[in-house]
């Protein structure tokens, strides 16, 4: 396929005064190929777009069934484009082979570009070292821990510092403040110094409710002056705000 960049070299080889032949040749294309281009004023993208095909060439064949299928993604738009298109083979049988999935799942992608909702958008979070520890408990229950043959059912207070990743832990059974003292004070005893902030989810043993006028429970804010620590919580219902300890706990779990 003849690039923009080699009827440009041929271009300037003819304008330089080289025969058809010799330009074609510097430019990597045949001589028939050169001569089209030569007589033809414009570049093989601009040639592609004038041919770029805006209508179908066969019917539709989801479309009878179509306002079925949007109702389905107006109701739960995260539905995946198998599992309706499961559905539509089983209530019209005959209607729909497997070699029509592709076309269907490109059918709802559109949707979803065009019609669907919006998406959260993320923004990256730019981290600078030394200046935010986050933790969080999580539960090693679904591990099946035992100890002597007998389970094990506990949790992991976790702290990582979002720049380097240096993580530690701390066996609990409860998310108390207890047990968040504990693991915080143990996490920055292991550490050997202290990060600017410390970060966690909205845990009620750190973090008042919204009609409170203070931000953090007072032991909780009590242990942050201790330290000099300023405290940060994360929004509602927004996880990946704490991502670096979140993601640990999955690396963490995995490798145990």
Known sequence: MVTDNQVKQLRRYLQQGKTLDLAAA????????????RDHHKLPSEVKAEHVRTWRTRDDPFARHWPEVESFLELNSGLEAKTLFD????????????????????KVKHWR????PGKEVYFPQIHKPGRIGQSD??????????????????LIYHFVLSYSNWETGTICFSESFESL????????????????????DRLSAAVNKPDNPEEFTRMYQGLLSHYG??????????AHENGDVEQRHHRFKRAV
Request: positive net charge.
């Open 26 to 37: 510097k430019s990597g294309m045949d001589p028939k190929t050169a001569r089209k281009y």
């Open 87 to 106: 559905h539509l083979q089983r209530t019209y049988p005959g209607h729909f082979s497997d070699g029509q999935l592709r076309t269907f799942q490109r």
């Open 113 to 116: 570009a065009t019609q669907g």
């Open 137 to 154: 408990f999580t539960c090693m229950n679904q591990l099946e821990v035992t100890i002597a043959g007998r389970p094990f059912n506990h």
């Open 181 to 200: 003292s504990e693991g915080l004070q143990n996490a920055l005893w292991d550490l050997g110094g202290v990060p600017q902030y410390h970060q966690t």
């Open 229 to 238: 620590l300023r405290g940060r919580r994360i929004n509602p219902s927004k």
